[in-house]
């Protein structure tokens, strides 16, 4: 089969196509013929070595198709039933991977591969940080950043599905019109507006109950400036590079702040907890109240170009590779 490996930490440039045996799985794993595969700004952190792995790395976080293979023990899916997967040892850049039955998600009939795959990681993550790891209520006021982007574009809905007063940061004026779109009450623009004057002047000068961001870097100490009392920031991304330590006396004068640095997996780490958040990801999809927009579509053999595209921020929604 065909599958991308990172022959090192590094640009772009170190991702190639190679030619790699087709795996069968082993007690109590399926094997998964791809469909689609999701493209996530994790892939960048592990390809450059922020994340670091052992070179020459499979990357690959989420995808979904069908099973074509079952292992022994396997009780939980049969040969031909639709499935997707975030993680797995693998790499979903490649036409099919082994995974653990366990790990895997039914992919409902009204959901297709393209959209599973599509949202799968972006769409879980968003469940558990509007639903778990602050719960979003409506009124509440939650700043997303990058709110045009993968993670962000879902974010967004699920607070505007709750009732919550969403603040998008975005980085153009095309990006604002997205954002808007899917349900953002105001847009903020990086490099224009002073994202935490602002914030504070939409909320009668309280702050955001929550504010996440998956910048990190260039929008950290306006994340904390932005919060009201007693707010959380939910860090959960490095876009523009890793966000700086602070002391923590720098929460109690921001107003006794909270801060998370959260991870999907953590969230996920049960089979039961898998499930529940797929299911209310699926839920909230089959309804319309979230829709998932694809941006971007990349051949397999083009998996460069589309980590190029995604980090020079040149992405809307999500973005798929067809294999």
Partial sequence: MRAIEAEKAGGP?????????????????????????GLNFIEVYQRTGLYPMTYPARLGQEAAGVVD???????????GDRAGFVGGSSGAYAEASIVPAERAVHIPASVPSET?????????????????????????????????GGV?????????????????????????????AQG????????????????????????????????????????LASLAKRGMLVSFGNASGPAPAIEPLRLSRGGSLFLTRPTLFDYIATTEELDESAAALFEMVGSGKIRIEI??????????????????????GSTVIVP
């Avoid at 396997?74 to 040969?79: C, D, I, N, P």
């Avoid at 962000?152 to 954002?179: C, M, P």
């Fill in 69 to 79: 293979a079952v292992g022994d023990g396997v009780t939980r899916f049969k040969m």
């Fill in 184 to 223: 953002c009450d105001e847009v903020l623009i990086y490099g224009r507006d002073n994202v935490p004057e602002r914030v504070k002047a939409l909320t009668g000068g309280k702050g955001a109950a929550v504010v996440y961001d998956s910048v990190g870097k260039a929008t950290f100490d306006d994340s």
């Fill in 13 to 37: 440039e170190v991702l190639r196509l190679v030619d790699a045996p087709l795996p069968e799985p082993g007690p109590g794993q399926i094997r998964i013929r791809h469909e689609a595969i």
């Fill in 116 to 148: 599973a795959a599509a949202c799968l990681l972006k769409g879980m993550t968003a469940e558990f940080l509007v639903r778990r790891t602050f719960h979003v209520k409506q009124g509440d006021a939650m700043l997303v950043h990058a709110a045009a």
């Fill in 152 to 180: 962000g574009s879902i974010l967004t809905q699920w607070g505007h599905a709750l009732d919550a007063r969403v603040l998008g940061a975005v980085g153009s004026d095309e990006k604002a019109k997205v954002a808007k």
């Fill in 295 to 316: 941006g971007q579509r990349f051949p397999l053999d083009q998996v460069r170009q589309a980590h190029e595209a995604l980090e020079g921020r040149k992405t809307t």
